[in-house]
């Protein structure tokens, strides 16, 4: 596998709204977490590099910021941007040098602790109709489930993915947040017509420790759960507290 680096992408948010409108994309209010907005652009700007998983940043003193993890460094990015991107793409990030930046992952040893975030959209497809739907909701149309918990849902199913492969154990895990966005993504089907959606988000901290050093990049190369190319899934690491 190659290496796999953190990219970083400062964004101009007026800029983004301006290539969207070019695309006859409605606008925020339509896509209330922004997932499909920001997909559309970064395939547009990088193609087949596009990070993902990534997650967008929003703050009062600093410009919206994309994290997300690649195959691919900055180098790499910024040459695909400046000889191919439309000139409403490359507005959105500006000047490429200042705007795109990326560092190499580590390589975490067996044993190592870390801290961990993920922001996620926890959803499955029910048995027999395949519709996708909240995985709270899944667990309780069950028959026999008595007194569940969302947070214990989400926090049973965020363990499972970080421990799948024996790539990490998951020493605590917590929901820090949870609230229903309004979405819109593009079905796949012919024709393709936008739809609007309304979906969990969830987001969840703890501490894991790292078992498998090759499962954990592959863990950290894939994400967590569905929709990680609409800014879901990205496994933030931090010190251990």
């Not at 700007?45 to 009062?60: D, I, N, Q, T, Y």
């Not at 910021?65 to 500006?94: K, T």
């Not at 995985?135 to 799948?164: M, S, T």
């Not at 950290?220 to 990205?234: C, I, K, P, T």
Request: proline share 5%.
């Amino acid at each position: 596998m190659n290496s796999l680096h953190m990219i970083e992408v400062q964004m101009d948010l007026a800029a983004l709204f301006r290539f969207l409108k070019i695309q006859g994309f409605g606008g925020n209010h339509e896509d209330e977490d922004l997932g499909y907005g920001v997909h559309a652009w970064l395939t547009a700007a990088f193609g087949e590099f596009s990070p993902r998983p990534w997650r967008l940043f929003f703050s009062r003193d600093r410009s919206p910021q994309i994290l997300g993890y690649a195959h691919h460094d900055a180098g790499v990015l910024r040459q695909r941007l400046c000889e191919f991107a439309d000139p409403s793409v490359m507005a959105v990030c500006g000047d490429p040098t200042g705007s795109i930046a990326s560092r190499t992952m580590p390589a975490w040893q067996p044993g190592r602790r870390l801290g961990f975030e993920v922001q996620c959209c926890p959803v499955g497809r029910k048995a027999g109709t395949g519709i996708e739907k909240d995985l709270f909701l899944i667990r309780a149309d069950r028959a026999g489930e008595q007194g569940l918990r969302r947070d214990a849902v989400y926090c049973d199913w965020v363990r499972e993915q970080l421990e799948r492969n024996g790539a990490a154990h998951v020493d605590d895990i917590r929901l820090d947040g949870f609230r229903l966005v309004r979405q819109t993504r593009k079905i796949q089907a012919a024709p393709r017509t936008r739809h609007k959606l309304v979906r969990p988000q969830a987001l969840l901290r703890g501490e894991l420790t790292v078992v498998d050093p090759d499962a954990f990049a592959e863990l950290l190369s894939r994400g967590v759960g569905r929709h990680r190319a609409f800014g879901y899934g990205m496994l933030l690491l931090r010190p251990p507290s």
